[in-house]
């Protein structure tokens, strides 16, 4: 019986891969059938075909579709090793193409070691030198110590303990590389889930966390002399740099690490050299030049499959550079682009923060009622993502106050206020939200005029206000519109 698996499988074949499955599907000797299971499958991606549906529409049985459906997602599975497939650059980069033909490669060197005779003998050796040689040169360890194994039980035996011992100490060197390198990419992952995920790491054991990476992968890096590493350690140098706060000395390294990425055949990868160019975007937003950030954020996009979800990830790199500069007709464009994108993808959250984005442009052109609209179109698609939720929120009770609308300000106020203190132990709650819902509440009092002789409400404006504190505005937080220099745009209590 076809697990339940297959057809969501089958419905989620890109074009490169339904292109490549066509192809081998015309040596299956039930080629006829099963090219149009994938053809009804693949045509509507979006419908729910069940087994007797399909059995209608193809003239069987609900029980021959499943045999049927088994047999093409076994020759999707079969396509989609092929080397034909590995060579195509449009999907996988130079690195992805040698790791997988090596690991094909060993695979075949460990099915003719089984059967080994004389006549094979020869040849098993030269794939093996051949699979050494390459794989040393683009460290990939996994393989490389495999080979080697082989190579050890097949010379040992006929060339005595010497040569065994000689690979032995080449599989525990090599052992080392391929733990160092998994080391250096598992402390990338832990800071990589901690600063996008769940902040596990306080911004004291975060710093303690980056030097001791950098400290382990230079020692490991002088021992082993691994390409890999030595790009961890780059990686970590410029997060270190910051989470220092020091970003033209980041901007200086991730330079560095873009021309040692595209010198280095172990090192380059498209999404690797786009990736350090989204981080100069971000970067030069950090020290103010926007032109220079809309730049690398436009090169990082060239880097990367176009409509990808990484892709699309760049654009919104593009979009605060362009926001934060107050170029919001060329912010709105990439808002466009970014909506427009597959919501298979990006999902129902994406689409409702990007519909946050285009209220915050409409309330930074003073367009109130226009950014009301789309507020609330964005808490009905979204409720569960608690920080963008109560940036929505705070700024939906701006638009409020702007309007004039001092009873729906007054409301909205008293309902956030409530939603942050159920979750005010949520590590989304942050202290600037509740000093901002504090200060809303000193201005209600006037009906939201600030009046600068509130004792209260200034001293919680200067604290708004100052720069590299616990509750200080920062870049590419949900705040996009930072709520301290609204506040001293509103006309004053007199």
Not at 109 to 131: D, P
Not at 139 to 158: A, M, N, P, T, W
Not at 286 to 314: C, N, R, W
Not at 354 to 371: G, P
């Amino acid at each position: 019986m076809a697990a339940s698996h297959i057809t969501d499988f089958i419905q989620s074949l890109n074009s490169e891969e339904l292109k490549i499955v066509t192809k081998h599907l015309t040596r299956s000797k039930d080629k006829t059938k099963i090219g149009k299971l994938l053809t009804l499958l693949t045509k509507e991606p979006k419908k729910g075909f069940s087994d007797k549906e399909l059995g209608q529409l193809m003239d069987n049985t609900a029980a021959t579709i499943r045999v049927l459906k088994s047999r093409l997602f076994d020759n999707i599975k079969e396509a989609l090793v092929l080397n034909e497939y590995f060579e195509n650059g449009q999907v996988f980069n130079h690195r992805e193409q040698i790791v997988f033909t090596l690991k094909k490669k060993i695979l075949l060197i460990k099915t003719l070691f089984r059967t080994m005779n004389q006549g094979k003998t020869e040849t098993i050796n030269f794939l093996l030198s051949e699979t050494i040689k390459i794989a040393k040169e683009n460290e990939v360890y996994d393989v490389l110590i495999e080979s080697l194994i082989v190579q050890k039980h097949q010379k040992g035996i006929r060339l005595g303990s010497t040569e065994f011992e000689n690979i032995t100490n080449q599989i525990v060197f090599y052992d080392y590389c391929l733990k160092c390198v998994r080391n250096a990419n598992d402390a990338y992952y832990r800071l990589i889930l901690s600063q996008g995920f769940v902040k596990s790491l306080t911004n004291k054991e975060l710093e303690k966390h980056l030097k001791q990476s950098i400290q382990q992968m230079e020692i490991d890096f002088q021992k082993t002399k691994s390409q890999e590493v030595n790009y961890y350690k780059h990686l970590f140098e410029i997060a270190l740099s910051e989470q220092e706060k020091k970003f033209k000395q980041a901007i200086t390294l991730c330079q560095k690490l873009i021309a040692m990425i595209k010198k280095s055949t172990v090192q380059y990868s498209r999404d690797r050299v786009g990736f350090a160019m989204s981080n100069l975007s971000m970067f030069n937003v950090f020290t103010g030049d926007y032109k220079e950030a809309v730049k690398y954020a436009k090169i990082a996009q060239e880097y990367h499959i176009p409509h990808s979800l990484i892709y699309l990830i760049m654009k919104e790199q593009e979009f605060y550079a362009y926001f934060y500069a107050s170029i919001f007709k060329d912010a709105s464009i990439c808002i466009e682009e970014m909506l427009n994108h597959s919501m298979a993808d990006t999902g129902e959250y994406r689409k409702s923060k990007f519909i946050y984005y285009q209220a915050c442009i409409l309330f930074a052109t003073k367009q109130f009622k226009e950014a009301l609209q789309l507020l609330n179109k964005s808490l009905e698609i979204e409720k569960d993502k608690t920080g963008w939720n109560i940036a929505l929120r705070i700024l939906n009770i701006l638009v409020f106050i702007e309007l004039k609308k001092i009873d729906g300000a007054s409301r909205a106020l008293e309902a956030v206020r409530k939603y942050t203190e159920r979750l005010k132990k949520s590590n989304e709650v942050k202290e600037r939200d509740i000093l901002i819902i504090k200060f809303l509440r000193e201005m209600e009092k006037d009906r939201f005029r600030y009046d600068s002789k509130n004792v209260m409400a200034s001293k919680i404006l200067k604290e708004l206000s100052e720069k590299d504190k616990p509750t200080s505005w920062n870049y590419y937080t949900p705040e996009l519109i930072p709520f301290h220099e609204w506040v001293v745009t509103l006309p004053m209590k007199r």
